[in-house]
């Protein structure tokens, strides 16, 4: 038996503005299977995490090359 997915999340290599994002979505919604896509705004959240995340890859490089 195989896997049915509900939903596919897309990640963004960078954070977009959101009228440089409105051509994607809209070739998003075209695709066949897409009932809606919902944008999601950056905030001081997520940048904190990728903060964290990006010290913790150093680190880890760190002790590695030592």
Not at 34 to 59: G, I, T, W
């Amino acid at each position: 038996m195989t896997d049915r997915y509900f939903a596919l999340t897309v990640v963004l290599e960078q954070n977009v503005r959101d009228d440089d994002a409105q051509p994607l979505i809209d070739a998003i919604k075209q695709m066949r299977g897409v009932l809606s896509v919902e944008p999601h705004v950056a905030n001081l959240e997520m940048h904190q995490a990728q903060d964290r995340a990006r010290h913790e890859l150093q680190q880890k490089l760190w002790a590695a090359l030592r």
